[in-house]
């Protein structure tokens, strides 16, 4: 079955130390693939979306992912975290065939100062 | 720009109680869609609105009931609120739901509780 994989509901990182989400897809075709942002009491923003015009991509705030087609994954980094990175993550794919987006289950990213 | 506009915020409810929960979006989005957000369950399509006038059915549909009224409002029906519909609902518009690669935009959700 398609599905989205975030392992770890809680990820708790120290400021100006290296942010690592990861978003892992079972799916024999590459689909579209997008990272969202949620804030306290807010909806979800487009952080950042696979294009297939680069295996890079950067985002919004200093994030960037980054497709690996062998490893079916598109993991989320940012060199150094900041106070303002506090929200919940989720990484999100649509399927080949299928135009609904599904998401992974999020990451809830505490920064410790 | 307003965006995507949800009402109301907050919602109590009583079970067996009936409530419209409104959407609506400036945006000229052709697909709108309802999910719901449960912890440690991400986000969960109830129902979605590809284009005006059609509605198809989502992940978890039972219960819930859709209206596309034009192509700005799309609003989401519970005619018999259950203690499992407990939850935070948000709205969300794209440009075209063909397009795979057409990302979402949000509200900022209904928080609602029913006892």
């Known amino acids: 079955a398609q599905s989205v994989t975030q392992l770890g509901s809680h990820v708790s990182v120290s400021e100006g130390a290296l942010v690592l989400l990861r978003c892992n897809y079972s799916?024999?075709?590459?689909?579209?693939l997008f990272w969202y942002v949620q804030y306290p009491n807010q909806g979800l923003q487009l952080l950042l979306k696979?294009?297939?015009?680069?295996?890079l991509v950067k985002g919004i705030n200093g994030f960037e992912a980054e497709f690996k087609k062998s490893e079916t994954s598109f993991h989320l980094t940012k060199p150094s975290a900041h106070m303002s990175d506090a929200a919940e993550y989720f990484c999100?794919?649509?399927?080949?065939?299928?135009?609904?987006?599904?998401f992974g289950k999020g990451n809830q990213v505490v920064v410790i100062p | 720009n307003a965006g995507v506009t949800q009402t109301p915020k907050f919602q109590v409810l009583k079970t067996g109680q009936s409530m419209t929960l409104q959407c609506a979006q400036d945006m000229n989005h052709n697909s709108m869609y309802w999910y719901r957000q449960d912890p440690g369950m991400g986000l969960r399509l109830i129902y979605y609105s590809a284009s005006e006038g059609t509605t198809d059915k989502g992940e978890v549909p039972n219960g819930y009931n859709v209206s596309r009224l034009n192509k700005r409002e799309f609003s989401l029906r519970l005619e018999s609120a259950a203690p499992s519909q407990t939850s935070v609902y948000f709205c969300a518009s794209s440009e075209t739901g063909e397009s795979y690669n057409s990302p979402l935009h949000f509200g900022n959700g209904t928080r609602l509780t029913v006892t």
């Open positions: 696979y294009t297939s015009a680069a295996t």
């Open positions: 799916s024999s075709v590459p689909p579209y």
């Open positions: 999100a794919v649509t399927f080949y065939g299928n135009n609904r987006l599904a």
